[in-house]
């Protein structure tokens, strides 16, 4: 049997260099421990410290009120207002605006035009140049049944101051008018037509209660407003029966009037 014997100088080299390498594993495992350790508590720190410095960031400072006092007078509304609503969030077209629709007074028909109607006032005054005379008012209705020609329905209330005994009386007349010329504010015209009268004594006073009224006659008329006019006007006014009666006195008289005729 073969006995290897070691010298006791290689083993004491070998267990130093066994020791060195020991020593200086431990070292680096003690380092890495520490590294780890100390890596571990950094992430730690930033984790803990994260979310407050976050909070702090998010959370606004307060807000200080205004008192009442110094808010801002309240805005009074117009329709200014809507258009400028159009326009939140830039520039945009406004819509198109609509225009406004006009309404034009309304207008009655021009003075004698063909199928317009007019209504009169009227009041006259006639005397026979011999003492008796008559007062007469009343109204009229006029329809204009072709241009500037009108045919009127008159009716009058009458006194009758005569010898002999005054009386009261009603008449009704129909004439034709004619506005042979028709400017724009005035007009000549010309008249004639015929009534029925009755009234409370004998007019004339040898005469009858029923009588019949021919007149005829001339006239101007002026607009006093762009609606009303003024006509003025003088007529030969008759009065008698007609040869209705047993006898038939009659009385011619000269008559001035005056009207104011209107739209109808």
């Given at each position: ?43 730690a ?16 400072p ?5 008192p ?44 004698g ?20 005379s ?35 009386g ?48 001339g ?14 006007g003088?007529?030969?006014f ?26 109808f």
């Amino acid at each position: 049997m073969e006995v290897s014997i070691t010298p006791l100088g290689r083993v004491g080299a070998t267990q130093r260099r066994f020791c060195l390498r020991e020593k200086v594993t431990l070292a680096l495992v003690e380092v890495t421990y520490c590294q780890l350790l100390r890596g571990v508590c950094v992430v730690a720190a930033l984790a803990f410290a994260a979310p407050r410095t976050l909070a702090s960031e998010c959370v606004s400072p307060p807000i200080a009120l205004a008192p009442p006092s110094s808010l801002a007078p309240p805005i009074a509304f117009t329709p200014a207002n809507i258009d400028a609503g159009l326009t939140l969030g830039g520039e945009q077209e406004s819509a198109p605006s609509v225009p406004a629709i006009e309404v034009a007074p309304e207008t009655h028909a021009r003075f004698g035009a063909e199928n317009s109607w007019r209504w009169q006032l009227l009041g006259g005054f006639m005397s026979d140049l011999e003492g008796d005379s008559q007062y007469q008012f009343g109204a009229s209705l006029s329809w204009f049944f072709h241009e500037g020609i009108s045919m009127d329905f008159q009716v009058e209330g009458d006194y009758i101051a005569q010898s002999g005994g005054d009386a009261w009386g009603g008449t009704g007349t129909l004439l034709f008018r004619w506005h042979f010329v028709n400017e724009e504010t005035w007009s000549l015209y010309a008249d004639l037509g015929c009534g029925l009268i009755g009234t409370s004594a004998p007019v004339p006073a040898s005469g009858g209660s029923v009588n019949f009224t021919p007149q005829a006659g001339g006239g101007v008329s002026f607009a006093i407003t762009p609606e009303a006019r003024l006509m003025l006007g003088v007529r030969w006014f008759h009065i008698s029966n007609a040869n209705t009666g047993e006898t038939n006195p009659g009385r011619n008289s000269a008559m001035a009037y005056a009207m104011l005729s209107f739209p109808f």
